[in-house]
Nanobody
């Protein structure tokens, strides 16, 4: 059974930083972070191709968030700096499995930006 284990969420003040981690139990072609705020649809935040490291970001987080990976550990990270109130959401990790192309989701981790 494929598992994605997320960690690193929490409460932070505006302007602060958090680092999310997501460890997959299988090798992935790509891994992504999505987020869903109350009353809103889930949206892509950032993605990375595990081989080569090509990245993609939502316009709302460009210059503030950085996605990176550790292929040896099948792990992806999301460094979030200069956090804003509107970054508050549940953040989900998604892995696109190498070979089958199947998508798997983590359980989500809450990020709350509040003063």
């Amino acid at each position: 059974q494929v598992q994605l284990v997320e960690s690193g969420g929490g409460l932070v003040q505006p302007g602060g930083s958090l680092r999310l981690s997501c460890a997959a139990s299988v090798s992935s072609y790509s891994m992504s972070w999505y987020r869903q705020a109350p009353g809103k649809e889930r949206e892509l935040v950032a993605s990375i191709i595990m081989v080569g490291g090509t990245t993609n970001y939502a316009n709302s987080v460009k210059g503030r968030f950085t996605i990176s990976r550790n292929n040896t550990k099948n792990t992806v990270y999301l460094q979030m700096n200069s956090l804003k109130l509107e970054d508050t959401a549940v953040y989900y990790c998604k892995a696109n499995r190498l070979g089958s192309g199947a998508n798997y989701w983590g359980q989500g981790t809450q990020v709350t930006v509040s003063s």
